[in-house]
């Protein structure tokens, strides 16, 4: 049974900083990986999908690996500022789930001025 | 671009009603999935439907049931509603059952029991 962790549960960064959110998961036969931003209350907002042939994918200041083989993948965001605080979670589109997402417990990250 | 459209946004109901959620997917895409966040949790698979039949299912309670219409859409019935099923409910939609273009979810409904 696939399961996704995301380390650390919770981050506290000053304004500026460059950081680092990971995730793993369990079984690597997966077709791709997702990662959301989600705001206290609101929906899931689509950051990067890394397909699992692909090794990264950058979207302005994310920029998402993924090591399938090893079961990681890193969210990495440059010069973090305080409107990127919120709770990001990882998931797995898993290959033998009939292609349900398979979510970890996200990170929440607050960005202080 | 549109999105994911879920209704309502907020929905409060007493012990044991029904209430019932809609999902309405972006144009072209065949798959829908829900999905319940508890406070402080990540979101739990409910059931997803392909292509209007149901193709998995997950941690859903039997007094729960969902179907997928022939326009796409999709409404989760909730019967004898209990305080915990107080939660956010996701729904998501994609082409192909997510394998290729990832999920777009809704801004969800908000569910809760008194």
Redesign the interface.
Known sequence: KQEVTQIPAALSVPEGENLVLNCSFTDSAIYNLQWFRQDPGKGLTSLLLIQSSQREQTSGRLNASLDKSSGRSTLYIAASQPGDSATYLCAVTAGNQGGKLIFGQGTELSVKP | AAGVIQSPRHLIKEKRETATLKCYPIPRHD?V?W?QQGPG???Q?LI?F?EKMQ??K?SIPDRFSAQQFSDYHSELNMSSLELGDSA?Y?C?S?FG????????????T?LTVV
């Open positions: 798959t999935y999905y949790q990540d979101p698979f997803s392909y193709s998995d997950g956010l996701f998501a994609s059952q997510g394998y290729n273009y990832g999920y777009t979810f809704g801004s969800g908000r």
